[in-house]
């Protein structure tokens, strides 16, 4: 079983920085892509960026972009997500999430972490 577990969230202030983390374990695996997404309470959970594990591209929601930014450690199968400047419209729930090639299963799957939570006071 492939498991994402997310760690980083916290209270900031706005135009403060967060940097959230996401480490994938489990049996024998491939990724393919790595995207962070969000939820606000009452809304529905939204893209907030993405990065492909091969090439490293990457993409960002509007919202965030030149504000956010995503890395991957390819040897420690994580992702981070930077965020600075933030704004109390960032305040959500981070779900990291992983469309991983399950070399066993030989089926490519989309795993979820468990979220966490980010709030940014004004």
């Known amino acids: 079983q492939v498991q994402l577990v997310e760690s980083g969230g916290g209270l900031v202030q706005a135009g403060d920085s967060l940097r959230l983390s996401c480490a994938v374990s489990g049996r024998t695996f491939s990724i393919t892509v790595m995207g962070w997404f969000r939820q606000a309470p009452g809304k529905e959970r939204e893209f907030v960026s993405l990065?492909?594990?091969?090439?490293?591209?990457?993409y960002y929601a509007d919202s965030v972009k030149g504000r956010f930014t995503i890395s991957r450690d390819s040897a420690k199968n994580t992702v981070s997500l930077q965020m600075n400047s933030l704004k109390p419209e960032d305040t959500a729930v981070y779900y990291c999430?992983?469309?991983?090639?399950?070399?066993?299963?030989?089926?490519?799957?989309?795993?979820w972490g468990q979220g966490t939570q980010v709030t940014v006071s004004s």
């Open positions: 990065i492909t594990w091969r090439g490293g591209t990457t």
């Open positions: 999430q992983g469309v991983i090639w399950d070399k066993l299963l030989s089926r490519e799957l989309v795993y």
